[in-house]
T-cell receptor, first 115, second 111 residues
Framework: ETGVTQSPTHLIKTRGQQVTLRCSSQSGHNTVSWYQQALGQGPQFIFQYYREEENGRGNFPPRFSGLQFPNYSSELNVNALELDDSALYLC??????????????FGPGTRLTVL | TQLLEQSPQFLSIQEGENLTVYCNSSSVFSSLQWYRQEPGEGPVLLVTVVTGGEVKKLKRLTFQFGDARKDSSLHITAAQPGDTGLYLCAGGADSWGKLQFGAGTQVVVTP
C-alpha cells in the first residue's frame, strides 16, 4: 500500500508568482484535504476535495484553488504569492464518509518559501 | 486563529519522567485526534477519540476525551527520547475529517 506522496519537497518563489503543489492520495482513498502550516503553528484547513468536487473550504482567499483528478490525486494552486504564504503545505487523504473520513493520512508536505 | 488551545507550548523533561499535554476548546467536536509530528514530516495519527469520557491507552500513552467533548489530554508515562516531537490535537466537526488543529506542544525528552 502506497502512502500519501507530495511534490516537490521544497520550493522557492518570489512575490506575485504562481505555484502548483501536487499530492497523490493513499491507495483506495477518494478524499483529499489540504492544510497550511506556518512556522510554530498547527495546520490550518484550506479545502477538501471528494470525487473531484470541492467539499468544504477554510478561511482562505480565492487565490488558493485546487483540483482533484479521476485517480483522486490533487493539486493546490496559489496565485499572486505573498510573503505570508511561506509555510509547509500538507496534503491528507481519507476514505470519505464510507471509509472512516475522520482518519486522515498526511503526506510529508511541501515547504514553500516566498521571497 | 486556533480554536483549540494546547498547553503547555513547550515541555522539556528527563527520560523516565511523566508528562501531560492539554487540549481545550469552547466548541464541541464529533471526534478529537492526537498527532505527533517530526521535523520535516507530516503529522502521524496516534489516536482518535469519539465518545465523551472515553479513555484510550497506547502503550505508555493515555488519551482522555472530556465528558462534554470539548477538551482532551495526553499523558505519557516514563517518557523516552523517542517521544520527542510536536504533539498536535485536532478536532473534527463532522465525519469528513476537516480538522481544526491546535498550535501544538513541543516535547523534548533528554536522556
Amino acid at each position: 500500500e502506497t502512502g500519501v506522496t507530495q511534490s516537490p519537497t521544497h520550493l522557492i518563489k518570489t512575490r506575485g508568482q504562481q505555484v502548483t503543489l501536487r499530492c497523490s492520495s493513499q491507495s483506495g482513498h477518494n478524499t483529499v484535504s489540504w492544510y497550511q502550516q506556518a512556522l510554530g503553528q498547527g495546520p490550518q484547513f484550506i479545502f477538501q476535495y471528494y470525487r473531484e468536487e470541492e467539499n468544504g473550504r477554510g478561511n482562505f482567499p480565492p487565490r488558493f484553488s485546487g483540483l482533484q483528478f479521476p485517480n483522486y490525486s490533487s493539486e493546490l494552486n496559489v496565485n499572486a504569492l505573498e510573503l505570508d504564504d511561506s509555510a509547509l503545505y500538507l496534503c491528507a487523504s481519507s476514505g470519505g464518509l464510507a471509509g472512516g473520513g475522520d482518519t486522515q493520512y498526511f503526506g510529508p508536505g511541501t515547504r514553500l518559501t516566498v521571497l | 486563529t486556533q480554536l483549540l488551545e494546547q498547553s503547555p507550548q513547550f515541555l522539556s523533561i528527563q527520560e523516565g519522567e511523566n508528562l501531560t499535554v492539554y487540549c481545550n476548546s469552547s466548541s464541541v467536536f464529533s471526534s478529537l485526534q492526537w498527532y505527533r509530528q517530526e521535523p520535516g514530516e507530516g503529522p502521524v495519527l496516534l489516536v482518535t477519540v469519539v465518545t465523551g469520557g472515553e479513555v484510550k491507552k497506547l502503550k505508555r500513552l493515555t488519551f482522555q476525551f472530556g465528558d462534554a467533548r470539548k477538551d482532551s489530554s495526553l499523558h505519557i508515562t516514563a517518557a523516552q527520547p523517542g517521544d520527542t516531537g510536536l504533539y498536535l490535537c485536532a478536532g473534527g466537526a463532522d465525519s469528513w475529517g476537516k480538522l481544526q488543529f491546535g498550535a501544538g506542544t513541543q516535547v523534548v525528552v533528554t536522556p
